[in-house]
């Protein structure tokens, strides 16, 4: 079946623009979560969304990085005013509902996020 | 606060050679462990992951690991390097009653010589 599809794969933007990522999740997974992945940083937890639950934004960086999650499916990672410490690739992935036996969190592609 | 370490930040092993990376957790409560593999260009691959039960696990590609609590330690290994086992390797952990997020290693990268 279909994975986690993340678009766009690659986005370069000038500093002090704002940008759009998208994550599509695996069907039926009510679960979804946007990591960072840079090499200052290694990979860290920016927000998580699970069903029609609040969502937990302990990880996001700053005010400038938002998230939302339209009909319990796709999520768009907003961040606004750019800086260049932004350049990164970002990863989302989804999972069922943690708990019971399932805690698997597959992963899309990425978007590789490059300030100038 | 919870972290993972994960020892090493690169390692090269020949070809046939046991592969074995290291991965430790700092937690008060046993977290759920995962070991990730990721190769150029991609995203995050599952290899296997502890949740209760049997504490060693065994993955794809021939991978498996140990949960030991005793030693805070998810070590993973393989018996028998191959070329395609070149990728880097990320262990990360999940507290079940804080939500779902996963906490990362640094990783480590794995090269593996013919």
């Known amino acids: 079946g279909a994975g986690v599809s993340q678009s766009p794969s690659n986005k370069v933007t000038e500093k002090g623009k704002d940008v759009e990522l998208r994550c599509d999740p695996i069907?039926?997974?009510?679960?979804l979560y946007w990591y960072r992945q840079s090499l200052g940083q290694g990979l860290e937890f920016l927000i998580y969304?699970?069903?029609?639950?609040?969502?937990?934004k302990s990880g996001l960086p700053s005010d400038r990085f938002s998230a939302e999650r339209t009909g319990g499916s796709v999520s768009t990672l907003t961040i606004q005013r750019t800086q260049q410490e932004d350049s990164a690739v970002y990863l989302c992935?989804?999972?069922?509902?943690?708990?019971?036996?399932?805690?698997?969190?597959?992963f899309g592609p990425g978007t590789r996020l490059t300030v100038t | 606060a919870q972290s993972v370490t994960q020892l090493g930040s690169h390692v090269s092993v020949s070809e046939g050679a046991l592969v074995l990376l290291r991965c430790n957790y700092s937690?008060?409560?046993?977290?759920?462990l995962f070991w990730y593999v990721q190769y150029p260009n991609q995203g995050l691959q599952l290899l296997l992951k502890?949740?209760?039960?049997?504490?060693l696990v065994k993955g794809i590609n021939g991978f498996e690991a140990e949960f030991k609590k005793s030693e805070t330690s998810f070590h993973l290994t393989k018996p028998s390097a191959h070329m395609s086992d070149a990728a880097e390797y990320f262990c990360?952990?999940?507290?079940?009653?804080?939500?779902?997020?996963?906490?990362f290693g640094q990783g480590t990268e794995l090269s593996v010589k013919p």
């Open positions: 069907s039926g997974h009510t679960a």
């Open positions: 990360a952990g999940l507290i079940y009653n804080q939500g779902g997020k996963l906490i």
């Open positions: 969304f699970q069903g029609n639950s609040a969502p937990d």
């Open positions: 937690s008060s409560v046993p977290p759920y």
């Open positions: 502890y949740t209760t039960g049997a504490t």
């Open positions: 992935a989804s999972s069922l509902p943690p708990g019971g036996k399932s805690y698997e969190q597959y």
